[in-house]
């Protein structure tokens, strides 16, 4: 914690319900947060057992100076992934952050399973684990309009819950976080459902006198003007991160009709500009942070005949627009959205939803499964059908969408159709078929994901590729962001927390770090997330990358799988030089 | 002189970075429960966001009347001042503000009341608060 030199973790064991709180010097060459995280992985974790076994932990962490910085407002989980089988790593913004860090504490690892449907309410002074039976079954944001009124702490609190699909244990649920923000990917919500817990009620209710106020509010003034006053940052506020889906289906980038296309012809009436112009209402912000990427979107909606009318409101950004707009062929915002408030009621992650319907359309157009399976007509452009398939993947209606609910890898191996089941070491890709850089970072990112190490960022930056480069920044990225998550830093403000900034930000609360020891701490957890990975028995020589991502062309043209195989091979041996240094 | 309005709440995106900076400057303190203002969401983040803060009573001021010890004095331009060592930390001034724009900080002893020095709207990214002159 601030000013406390050391680690402060809360255990809860939802078996026996006994909490304990230990304050770790020992942690602190971690940082904070996915450093903190880990290394708490590293030691609570049951390798012999499946992701879902009562044993295995459930870690919540934040960083060193989370909530008293702009933009510092995220907090990072990590468990076992039920969808992938090895390390499970994601972040959410909302409040979480500041309610830890107001709650007093650094970590939370969560064992067990509760004897009964629960939810567990933490503040600083009491940790109570209490009964859910009511609200088990609900809808993701009715939960949280009961447990707002039910609980007390309004405006200091964070709430995350999650849907149905999180308790019928599919292998993407997510978590919700204060409605708007989501540990949204690698199945966080089914490691919920499976512990039998509905909700969890952070409040922060301590206050902390800061030592040096002149220094550090010149620090804070410093980043406040870099993120409100220069560009750095204008297009997350400006038009979100949907501003992306006509640039990047510009490139040929854009995956379109479970990939069968690389752009989109419908990607003008999807795009930021066409989100802003029908149906943006409103931009909120995770607390603390002045920029308010999150961007509301409203459409109205008639429900009976005559004037009847329901309005509804969900956040939109570029992934979702990828995974339910252009991956199923779907041209209209309204329809986009009204697939995101289905993804949102229902707790599941937006990307793999959409790519486990985008493989189920072309596996029924196939024939490798029929309708009497899927219940529907699945066909790209019906967002309808779509809707309807959510609700019966999130309540495992029959053998074929409890398959599909494990995951696309799983449902392409079981049913057929592996070759364009799009996805990555088990977790459904993201929305960038940029080439080399993108394909081998998805493969050997800790996490399988776009913001482990940029990869979709380097293919549209380099003009001429050169797969030693590639490499080389794909790790240097990957190292550079565990430092980043360690602070829990919002990745859209990377470029104003350098190397510099996150120096004197440190400093100026107390943390005498030097730019060295800052490379130490990155290089230490990404080791540590290394060997996480080893003991899961995961090799990212061993994943079969399905055929589909070296048959459409990337914006450097068709990918060739050997040259692929032959970057992961080089950064595999990368990692094995880092695990052999003494840091 | 001048008072805080909060203006445009329709246009806030709840960062709170002036309870952020209320508490930093005025408290020396990281925690937003020691700032003057609160940004409250009602029905959840989906409703509107309000600013409970000081209204800046300028004639009748209920918290200064209630004041037994005369810590709360009227300031020029509405509000009130507090005299740190004349407050005995009764908690009349917290229940008799009708928007609940005053609470109790339980570590000082002390009311937390809005000086209406306007650090929060310098912080304000949508312009929601501003600083103007008293009615």
């Not at chain 1, 008293?68 to 913004?93: C, D, H, N, Q, R």
């Not at chain 1, 859910?132 to 707002?148: E, K, N, Y």
């Not at chain 1, 602070?487 to 005498?512: D, P, Q």
């Amino acid at each position: 914690m601030l000013y406390e030199n050391a680690i402060k973790v809360v255990y809860i064991d939802l078996a026996s319900g006994k909490i304990e709180i230990k304050r770790r010097t020992d942690l602190n060459g971690f940082l904070g947060g996915v450093g903190v995280a880990s290394k708490l992985l590293e030691e609570t974790m049951r390798p012999e057992l499946p992701p879902l076994a009562s044993e295995q932990p459930m870690i919540l962490g934040i960083g060193a100076i989370s909530g008293i910085y702009p933009l510092i407002t995220k907090t990072v989980a990590m468990f076992i992934s039920p969808l992938t089988g090895e390390m499970g790593e994601s972040y959410a913004g909302g409040r979480l952050a500041l309610a830890l860090s107001m709650a007093g504490y650094d970590a939370v690892v969560i064992h067990g399973k509760a004897p009964r449907p629960s939810y567990i309410a933490i503040d600083g002074g009491n940790i109570e684990i209490k009964d859910a039976r009511t609200i088990w079954g609900m809808d993701s944001d009715v939960v949280g309009q009961f447990l707002r009124d039910h609980e007390e702490g309004s405006g200091k609190r964070s709430i995350l819950r999650i849907g149905p699909a999180g308790e019928k244990l599919v292998k993407f649920a997510s978590v919700c976080v204060d409605t708007y923000r989501h540990f949204g990917r690698l199945g966080l919500g089914a490691v919920m459902g499976s512990k039998q817990i509905k909700a969890i009620i952070v409040r922060g209710d301590k206050t902390t006198k800061i030592k040096d106020v002149k220094d550090y509010f010149r620090v804070y003034q410093t980043i406040f003007k870099a993120v409100t006053e220069t560009d750095l940052m204008a297009k997350y506020h400006d038009l979100g991160t949907s501003i992306n889906v006509e640039p990047i289906n510009a490139l040929g980038a854009l995956p379109t009709k479970n990939l069968t296309a690389n752009s989109f012809n419908g990607a003008e009436q999807i795009s930021g500009e066409a989100f802003a112009e029908n149906n943006l209402v409103r931009k909120m912000a995770c607390t603390g942070c002045p920029v308010g990427c999150i961007h509301i979107g409203q459409f109205r909606r008639k429900f009976d005949d005559g004037y009847e009318y329901e309005a509804v409101s969900v956040g939109y950004d570029y992934e979702l627009i990828y995974s339910l707009g252009s991956l199923l062929g779907i041209n209209k915002t309204d329809k986009i959205l009204h697939l995101i408030e289905a993804v949102e009621k229902t707790g599941m992650d937006a990307i793999s939803t959409g790519v486990a319907l985008a493989w189920a359309t072309e596996s029924l157009m196939k024939g490798f499964v029929t309708e009497a399976e899927t219940l529907l007509p699945l066909a790209f452009g019906d967002s309808e059908t779509y809707f309807q398939a959510i609700m019966y993947l999130a309540n495992r209606e029959n053998t074929f969408y409890h398959v599909l609910g494990e995951g696309t890898r799983f449902a392409g191996a079981t049913i057929g159709g592996k070759d364009f089941a799009l996805q990555v070491a088990g977790n459904e890709i993201p929305g960038y078929h940029t080439g080399y850089s993108n394909l081998v970072g998805l493969t050997v990112g800790a996490r399988h994901s776009h913001l482990c190490n940029a990869g979709y960022a380097v293919d549209q930056s380099i003009k001429t590729f050169d797969e030693n480069k590639a490499v080389d920044t794909l790790f240097h990225e990957e190292v550079e962001r565990c430092l980043l998550n360690s602070l829990v830093i919002c990745l859209f403000a990377r470029k104003v927390y350098n190397r510099e900034t996150v120096l004197r930000a440190l400093n100026a609360a107390g943390y005498t770090l030097t730019d060295d020891e800052l490379t130490a701490i990155a290089k230490r957890i990404y080791a540590t997330k290394l060997r996480i990975k080893e003991k899961l028995e995961f090799d990212p020589r061993q994943v079969e990358l399905p055929k589909r991502f070296f048959e459409t062309a990337s914006i450097h043209g068709t990918l060739d799988s050997s040259v692929a195989e032959r970057m992961i091979k080089q950064y595999v041996e990368k990692c094995s030089i880092l695990l052999t240094e003494t840091i | 002189m001048k008072v805080l309005k909060a203006i445009g709440m329709n246009r806030c995106i709840g960062c709170l970075s002036c309870m952020i900076t209320c508490a930093t400057v005025n408290q020396s303190d990281h925690s937003i429960l020691k700032s003057a203002i609160s940004i409250k969401t009602t029905g959840g983040l989906s409703g509107k966001f309000v600013a409970i803060v000081c209204q800046a009573c300028k004639d009748d001021v209920p918290c200064a009347e209630v004041c037994p010890s005369g810590a709360l004095i009227k300031r020029p331009g509405g509000g009130v001042s507090l005299v740190k060592e004349k407050c005995v930390g009764c908690e009349r001034c917290v229940t008799a503000c009708t928007v609940d724009a005053i609470h109790f900080d339980y570590v000082s002893l002390l009311p937390i009341v809005c000086k209406h020095c306007g650090v929060c709207t310098r912080f304000c990214p949508h312009k929601c608060l501003q600083l103007t002159e008293g009615a």
